[in-house]
Protein backbone atom coordinates (compact mmCIF):
# COMPACT_ATOMS: atom_id res chain seq x y z
CA UNK A 1 0.00 0.00 0.00
CA UNK A 2 1.03 3.31 -1.18
CA UNK A 3 -0.25 6.80 0.09
CA UNK A 4 0.23 9.40 -2.75
CA UNK A 5 0.15 9.30 -6.34
CA UNK A 6 1.83 11.62 -8.86
CA UNK A 7 0.27 12.56 -11.80
CA UNK A 8 1.39 14.67 -14.67
CA UNK A 9 -1.21 16.39 -16.86
CA UNK A 10 0.07 17.65 -20.29
CA UNK A 11 -2.73 19.26 -21.38
CA UNK A 12 -6.47 20.02 -19.38
CA UNK A 13 -8.37 16.88 -21.13
CA UNK A 14 -5.59 15.31 -19.52
CA UNK A 15 -6.14 16.68 -15.97
CA UNK A 16 -10.24 15.80 -16.95
CA UNK A 17 -8.90 12.15 -17.78
CA UNK A 18 -6.96 12.10 -14.19
CA UNK A 19 -10.36 13.36 -12.54
CA UNK A 20 -12.38 10.75 -14.54
CA UNK A 21 -9.86 7.81 -13.57
CA UNK A 22 -10.56 9.08 -9.70
CA UNK A 23 -14.25 8.99 -10.23
CA UNK A 24 -13.74 5.25 -11.78
CA UNK A 25 -11.55 4.56 -8.50
CA UNK A 26 -14.10 5.55 -6.38
CA UNK A 27 -17.06 3.39 -8.07
CA UNK A 28 -14.69 -0.13 -7.44
CA UNK A 29 -14.46 1.19 -4.24
CA UNK A 30 -18.21 1.43 -3.76
CA UNK A 31 -18.51 4.96 -3.25
CA UNK A 32 -17.79 5.52 -0.02
CA UNK A 33 -18.42 8.35 1.64
CA UNK A 34 -14.89 10.58 1.83
CA UNK A 35 -13.73 13.84 2.34
CA UNK A 36 -11.44 14.96 -0.57
CA UNK A 37 -9.79 18.50 -0.49
CA UNK A 38 -8.40 20.50 -3.42
CA UNK A 39 -5.24 22.38 -2.90
CA UNK A 40 -3.80 24.94 -5.41
CA UNK A 41 -3.75 28.77 -6.75
CA UNK A 42 -6.54 30.23 -8.07
CA UNK A 43 -6.73 28.51 -11.72
CA UNK A 44 -4.42 25.58 -10.97
CA UNK A 45 -7.35 23.66 -12.19
CA UNK A 46 -9.60 22.46 -9.25
CA UNK A 47 -12.99 22.85 -10.14
CA UNK A 48 -11.50 21.63 -13.64
CA UNK A 49 -10.90 18.24 -12.40
CA UNK A 50 -14.06 18.23 -9.26
CA UNK A 51 -15.74 18.57 -12.90
CA UNK A 52 -14.38 15.83 -14.74
CA UNK A 53 -14.68 13.74 -11.92
CA UNK A 54 -18.76 14.29 -11.02
CA UNK A 55 -19.73 13.73 -14.71
CA UNK A 56 -17.53 10.50 -14.49
CA UNK A 57 -20.22 9.89 -11.35
CA UNK A 58 -23.10 10.17 -13.95
CA UNK A 59 -23.91 14.11 -13.32
CA UNK A 60 -26.18 15.64 -16.26
CA UNK A 61 -26.70 19.26 -16.59
CA UNK A 62 -23.94 22.06 -15.86
CA UNK A 63 -22.21 21.66 -13.14
CA UNK A 64 -21.07 24.94 -11.72
CA UNK A 65 -17.91 26.44 -9.70
CA UNK A 66 -19.02 26.87 -6.55
CA UNK A 67 -17.44 30.01 -6.25
CA UNK A 68 -20.55 31.74 -5.11
CA UNK A 69 -23.01 29.38 -3.57
CA UNK A 70 -20.51 27.68 -1.45
CA UNK A 71 -22.23 24.60 -2.10
CA UNK A 72 -23.41 22.75 -4.89
CA UNK A 73 -25.09 19.28 -3.95
CA UNK A 74 -25.44 16.56 -6.18
CA UNK A 75 -26.97 13.13 -5.93
CA UNK A 76 -25.03 10.07 -7.27
CA UNK A 77 -26.80 7.24 -7.89
CA UNK A 78 -25.33 3.67 -7.23
CA UNK A 79 -27.13 2.18 -10.36
CA UNK A 80 -26.72 -2.03 -9.99
CA UNK A 81 -26.40 -2.47 -6.55
CA UNK A 82 -30.15 -2.86 -5.56
CA UNK A 83 -32.59 -4.26 -8.23
CA UNK A 84 -35.81 -1.83 -9.23
CA UNK A 85 -34.00 1.25 -8.17
CA UNK A 86 -30.75 2.75 -7.18
CA UNK A 87 -29.43 3.57 -4.05
CA UNK A 88 -26.86 5.97 -4.09
CA UNK A 89 -24.93 9.28 -2.10
CA UNK A 90 -25.08 12.95 -1.89
CA UNK A 91 -22.01 14.71 -3.40
CA UNK A 92 -21.54 18.30 -2.30
CA UNK A 93 -18.75 20.77 -3.95
CA UNK A 94 -17.71 23.39 -2.06
CA UNK A 95 -15.39 26.23 -2.61
CA UNK A 96 -14.54 28.24 0.63
CA UNK A 97 -12.30 30.93 -0.70
CA UNK A 98 -15.06 33.44 0.16
CA UNK A 99 -13.48 32.64 4.35
CA UNK A 100 -11.65 35.05 6.18
CA UNK A 101 -12.54 33.42 9.68
CA UNK A 102 -11.47 30.13 10.73
CA UNK A 103 -15.30 29.11 12.51
CA UNK A 104 -16.89 30.41 9.70
CA UNK A 105 -17.47 26.76 7.92
CA UNK A 106 -19.58 26.13 11.08
CA UNK A 107 -21.50 28.91 11.00
CA UNK A 108 -22.22 28.60 7.34
CA UNK A 109 -23.50 24.92 8.53
CA UNK A 110 -21.21 23.07 7.01
CA UNK A 111 -20.72 20.93 9.86
CA UNK A 112 -23.64 19.43 9.08
CA UNK A 113 -22.71 18.60 5.45
CA UNK A 114 -19.36 17.35 6.44
CA UNK A 115 -20.88 14.43 8.55
CA UNK A 116 -19.26 11.58 7.19
CA UNK A 117 -22.47 10.26 5.14
CA UNK A 118 -21.00 12.03 1.50
CA UNK A 119 -18.63 12.71 -0.72
CA UNK A 120 -17.06 16.36 -0.09
CA UNK A 121 -15.14 17.48 -2.65
CA UNK A 122 -13.52 21.02 -1.31
CA UNK A 123 -12.03 23.60 -2.58
CA UNK A 124 -9.68 26.48 -0.12
CA UNK A 125 -9.51 23.83 3.00
CA UNK A 126 -7.16 26.56 4.11
CA UNK A 127 -9.50 28.73 4.56
CA UNK A 128 -11.08 26.82 7.17
CA UNK A 129 -8.30 25.07 9.11
CA UNK A 130 -10.82 23.45 11.68
CA UNK A 131 -12.39 21.06 8.93
CA UNK A 132 -12.18 17.40 9.45
CA UNK A 133 -8.52 15.44 8.20
CA UNK A 134 -9.33 14.76 4.86
CA UNK A 135 -9.15 11.01 3.42
CA UNK A 136 -7.75 12.53 0.53
CA UNK A 137 -6.06 15.67 -0.48
CA UNK A 138 -5.37 16.88 -4.64
CA UNK A 139 -2.57 19.13 -4.90
CA UNK A 140 -2.45 20.60 -7.99
CA UNK A 141 0.76 22.85 -9.50
CA UNK A 142 0.23 24.78 -12.49
CA UNK A 143 3.13 25.48 -15.08
CA UNK A 144 2.02 26.72 -18.46
CA UNK A 145 -0.44 24.36 -20.08
CA UNK A 146 0.39 21.43 -17.90
CA UNK A 147 -0.37 20.70 -14.48
CA UNK A 148 1.47 18.18 -11.50
CA UNK A 149 -1.71 16.43 -10.17
CA UNK A 150 0.00 14.75 -6.29
CA UNK A 151 -3.09 12.75 -4.44
CA UNK A 152 -2.31 11.59 -1.05
CA UNK A 153 -4.42 9.32 1.57
CA UNK A 154 -4.88 10.47 4.96
CA UNK A 155 -7.03 7.71 6.26
CA UNK A 156 -7.15 3.95 5.51
CA UNK A 157 -9.85 4.42 2.95
CA UNK A 158 -8.05 7.08 0.80
CA UNK A 159 -5.26 4.76 0.89
CA UNK A 160 -7.65 2.07 -0.62
CA UNK A 161 -8.96 4.89 -3.54
CA UNK A 162 -5.16 5.37 -4.47
CA UNK A 163 -4.31 1.55 -4.44
CA UNK A 164 -7.23 1.06 -6.88
CA UNK A 165 -6.03 4.07 -8.94
CA UNK A 166 -2.33 2.75 -8.89
CA UNK A 167 -3.69 -0.48 -10.13
CA UNK A 168 -5.55 1.04 -12.97
CA UNK A 169 -3.21 2.96 -14.26
CA UNK A 170 -0.81 -0.14 -14.35
CA UNK A 171 -3.35 -1.80 -16.36
CA UNK A 172 -3.81 0.83 -18.48
N1 LIG B 1 -3.51 21.06 -17.78
C1 LIG B 1 -4.56 21.79 -17.32
N2 LIG B 1 -5.36 21.28 -16.38
C2 LIG B 1 -6.40 22.00 -15.90
N3 LIG B 1 -6.72 23.23 -16.28
C3 LIG B 1 -5.95 23.80 -17.23
C4 LIG B 1 -4.84 23.11 -17.78
N4 LIG B 1 -4.26 23.93 -18.69
C5 LIG B 1 -4.97 25.06 -18.69
N5 LIG B 1 -6.00 25.01 -17.82
C6 LIG B 1 -6.94 26.11 -17.55
O1 LIG B 1 -6.74 26.52 -16.21
C7 LIG B 1 -7.97 26.98 -15.67
C8 LIG B 1 -8.30 26.19 -14.40
O2 LIG B 1 -9.42 26.81 -13.80
P1 LIG B 1 -10.20 26.19 -12.59
O3 LIG B 1 -10.37 24.74 -12.81
O4 LIG B 1 -11.41 27.02 -12.40
O5 LIG B 1 -9.14 26.43 -11.42
P2 LIG B 1 -9.36 26.52 -9.84
O6 LIG B 1 -10.67 25.89 -9.50
O7 LIG B 1 -8.17 25.79 -9.28
O8 LIG B 1 -9.30 28.00 -9.49
C9 LIG B 1 -9.04 26.78 -16.73
O9 LIG B 1 -9.22 28.01 -17.39
C10 LIG B 1 -8.41 25.75 -17.66
O10 LIG B 1 -8.87 25.89 -18.97
MG1 LIG C 1 -12.32 26.61 -8.39
Redesign the pocket.
Known amino acids: MTDTLSRH????S??SRFGAAIASALRAGGLPPLLITLH?????????LVRALLRALGVRGRIK?PSYALVEPYTISNDGLEFNHSIGITAYHIDLYRFSSPDEWLDAGLGDVLDGNSLCLV?WPERAPGLPRADLEIR?AAHD???DVVVRAGSRAGMAVIDQLASAASDA
Open positions: CADEATGDLGAGKTTSEIASR
